[in-house]
T-cell receptor, first 113, second 118 residues
Framework: AQKITQTQPGMFVQEKEAVTLDCTYDTSDPSYGLFWYKQPSSGEMIFLIY??????QNATEGRYSLNFQKARKSANLVISASQLGDSAMYFCAMREGGEKLTFGTGTRLTIIP | GAVVSQHPSRVICKSGTSVKIECRSL??????MFWYRQFPKQSLMLMAT?????????EQGVEKDKFLINHASLTLSTLTVTSAHPEDSSFYIC??????????????FGPGTRLTVL
């Protein structure tokens, strides 16, 4: 079974609208962390937001928020007021126990002016 | 912020040659470094985990004799692709792990190295 599933290979969103990128995960470890990274065409991986499995509140970082639904094992990324510069690949990742990250297949987000 | 550099950013080589890629943590000492491989339009796949002064731990299916990893110091890890072939052409990304004050580890990624083997 896939540990991280991103079901949206590509999304097109109008500028200034909010967008939700889906991520579901699979783990039996009670302690884990969930990450979202942005990868623009240049290739670098940019850390966006982190949610720990024991965190009571959803993580927020500026325009990014993480909709963490533990019972459903989902950790969707919400980007508010999208901008043209948000166009990129977005990867959801999970860390269980140790330091290794497992990445999803990614979602290519395109912001339309 | 924590910065990780990679050198070179791009390399083109002939089949059969070896290529060395450096990964450096510029302003912090990394407890652990990781090497990933990314094929076009695909996700990052972990190749190996590297700790300073010890042998790297390779993921299943990754040939340790093909992808040599040396972690000489807390700020430098190198990946050598030996006897490179066209199928080794890929985007190689390293990351360095840093222990935050909160007690959690965070990985900072390098900008990646695009390897093309002719």
């Amino acid at each position: 079974a896939q540990k991280i599933t991103q079901t949206q290979p590509g999304m097109f969103v109008q500028e200034k609208e909010a967008v939700t990128l889906d991520c579901t995960y699979d783990t039996s470890d009670p302690s884990y962390g969930l990450f979202w990274y942005k990868q623009p065409s240049s290739g670098e991986m940019i850390f966006l937001i982190y949610q720990g499995s024991y965190d009571q509140q959803n993580a927020t970082e500026g325009r990014y928020s993480l909709n963490f639904q533990k019972a459903r094992k989902s950790a969707n990324l919400v980007i508010s007021a999208s901008q043209l510069g948000d166009s990129a690949m977005y990867f959801c990742a999970m860390r269980e126990g140790g330091e290794k990250l497992t990445f999803g297949t990614g979602t290519r987000l395109t912001i339309i002016p | 912020g924590a910065v990780v550099s990679q050198h070179p950013s791009r390399v083109i080589c002939k089949s059969g040659t070896s290529v060395k890629i450096e990964c450096r943590s510029l302003d912090f000492q990394a407890t652990t470094m990781f090497w990933y491989r990314q094929f076009p339009k695909q996700s990052l796949m972990l190749m190996a985990t590297s700790n300073e002064g010890s042998k790297a731990t390779y993921e299943q299916g990754v040939e340790k004799d093909k992808f040599l990893i040396n972690h000489a110091s807390l700020t430098l890890s190198t990946l050598t692709v030996t006897s490179a072939h066209p199928e080794d052409s890929s985007f190689y990304i390293c990351s360095a792990s840093f222990l935050l004050r909160t007690g959690s580890d965070e990985q900072f990624f390098g900008p990646g190295t695009r390897l093309t083997v002719l």
